[in-house]
């Protein structure tokens, strides 16, 4: 694993969680795949039965490549490359699944990436088990962060701040399923400041563009617009799921 933890430990200690312990859900790093290849649909080592899914469509877009941030290490560069064959809104979907998981336990969304893009804007969405909706945000080409707080009309979005397009940031969700709200922390913001967010309530439906594999919480990134830049990417370092302990 990369050097997330320390960061980890330190974007959670805000939170009012006790205890350090626990169970991957997803481990998402890139590093058994081959330079240039596709992403392995079935993520290498523990936890057994994480994946990462794509539909045909997106394959111009996936590629592993040589990490610019830890030499000798790998990402997965997502880029703005135009897409092949019948191309809808459901399939450019590119997701990282985790394992099922226990509705009454806490869970940690988080990843930490590069925005290498100028042109468009990204779509993340965090979704729980049992079609549970958590969270939508949305990464602006100027490096913005913003909260979609109604995915119908987009009209009460929060900006929570910026990114620092120079260097990696690392985006942290902890959501608690039976209080049906989460936490957000954001590291590598412009300023060095890091956002916090306490309590926010999930979206609470379920997300009509997904699958009916609704007991795998996920991390799902799709392009909002149809702008077609080969050279911008999001380049994810790693991405992982984490089931917190009882």
Request: hydrophobic fraction near 40%.
């Amino acid at each position: 694993m990369k050097s997330i933890c320390t960061f980890l430990i330190a974007a959670l200690s805000v939170f009012s969680f006790t205890g350090c312990r626990t169970t991957k859900l997803l481990n998402a790093t890139f590093e058994s795949d081959a330079i240039g290849s596709l992403p392995a649909k079935d993520a290498a080592g523990a936890p057994a039965g994480d994946s990462v899914s794509y539909e045909s469509v997106s394959h111009p877009r996936l590629r592993v490549q040589a990490s610019s941030v830890k030499a000798g290490q790998k990402a997965l560069f997502y880029s703005q490359a135009a897409l092949t064959g019948s191309v809808t809104t459901f399939n450019q979907w590119l997701q990282f699944k985790g394992i099922r998981s226990n509705y009454a336990q806490t869970i940690w969304f988080y990843w930490t990436a590069k925005l290498n893009f100028n042109s468009g804007n990204l779509l993340i969405d965090i979704q729980g088990m049992q079609a549970l909706w958590a969270a939508r945000l949305k990464i602006l080409n100027n490096g913005q962060v913003q909260l979609i707080r109604n995915v119908a009309s987009e009209q009460n979005n929060e900006t929570l701040g910026t990114l620092n397009r120079q260097i990696t940031h690392t985006i942290f969700l902890t959501l608690n399923p039976q209080a049906r709200t989460y936490n957000l922390t954001i590291l590598g913001t412009q300023d060095g400041t890091p956002i916090t967010r306490l309590d926010i309530p999930v979206l609470g439906i379920p997300n009509p563009e997904f699958d009916s594999d609704v007991q795998r919480p996920s991390i799902s990134f799709r392009y909002q617009e149809a702008t077609i830049d080969p050279a911008g990417a999001y380049i994810l370092e790693e991405v992982f799921i984490n089931r917190r302990q009882p």
